[in-house]
């Protein structure tokens, strides 16, 4: 199926590693312009920007950001349009998922989640959405969630649980607000993927994780990726405000 986005121009936050980069590659591999946001690993987003170089011969680039600091979300939007041309498409898959039981949580883990996990979508929308409206422009949002905003935390990650219901509620409120516009805004909601943020967790729970998965298996990250690069394509015309579930069968809702 051609998902008609050659040449659109595409910016995905923690685009570094795990599925922020499987979705860099997807999107790549569909011709689209790519921005790698990065916030600690360079070299890693780098590794990125030459992957997609050498195979896919489309413009990248990668940009360096705290998302959660509305400063540095104003530059890489400009440092993007400057190299890349106006944007398209906007991914917000940076996230955070730290440890702690509720009773030893402290507040500077509560506020970092929920700064990076949801005030950093909040400043990337606004931004992205401002201008579209301001330039009579259309585009497609996606927001990466978690099976864990429906069902809640079980190994002690309330901050997380929380940014990422947060996230599923701000997607809907925001495709009601732009609709009209022609701007889509959609989240997808994944199970669980052995990237750094879940690996060892992964590793030394694994049997317990498995039953849980009627599929049987943790999902590869470019199995998630299909999703995004589906959502922001024209052929999700008719979906906005959604959540897709992506996790095994883990959580049928
Ligand atoms: P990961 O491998 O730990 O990668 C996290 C990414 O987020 C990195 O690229 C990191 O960039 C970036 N990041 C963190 N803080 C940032 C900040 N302040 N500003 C900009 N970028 C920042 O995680 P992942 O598993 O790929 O997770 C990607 C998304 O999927 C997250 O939203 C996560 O909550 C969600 N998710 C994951 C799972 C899972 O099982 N892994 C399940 C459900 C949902 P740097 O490396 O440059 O710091």
């Known amino acids: 199926m051609d998902l008609h ?49 050498s195979k896919y011969k489309t413009d990248v680039i990668a940009v360096q950001a705290d998302v959660s600091k509305s400063a540095q979300v104003q530059k890489m939007f400009e440092q993007t349009a400057e190299t890349l041309g106006p944007l398209d498409i906007l991914v917000n898959n940076a996230g955070i998922w730290p440890t702690a039981y509720v009773t030893d949580m402290p507040e500077e883990q509560w506020d970092s989640t929920i700064d990076i996990n949801m005030k950093g979508p909040f400043l990337t929308c606004r931004r992205a959405v401002q201008k579209w409206l301001e330039t009579g422009r259309t585009g497609k949002i996606v927001n990466i969630s978690s099976q864990a905003a429906f069902y809640g935390s ?95 069968g883990m959580l049928m809702r």
């Open 5 to 53: 986005i050659k040449d659109k121009v595409a910016l995905i936050t923690g685009g570094s590693r795990g599925l922020g980069r499987a979705i860099c590659i997807g999107l790549a591999a569909e011709g689209v312009k790519v921005a790698v946001n990065y916030h600690s690993s360079a070299a890693k987003a780098q590794q990125v920007v030459e992957e997609i170089k």
């Open 154 to 248: 079980t190994t002690g990650h309330a901050d997380y649980a929380a940014s990422k219901a947060g996230l599923v509620t701000f997607t809907k409120s925001l495709a009601r607000e732009v609709a009209e516009n022609g701007i889509y805004v959609n989240a997808v909601s994944p199970g669980f993927m052995a990237t750094d943020m879940a690996r060892d967790e992964i590793r030394n729970n694994k049997e317990q994780y498995l039953k849980r998965i009627p599929l049987g298996r943790i999902a590869e990250p470019e199995e998630i990726a299909n999703m995004v690069v589906f959502l922001a394509s024209d052929r999700a015309g008719y979906i906005t405000g959604a959540t897709m579930d992506v996790n095994g």
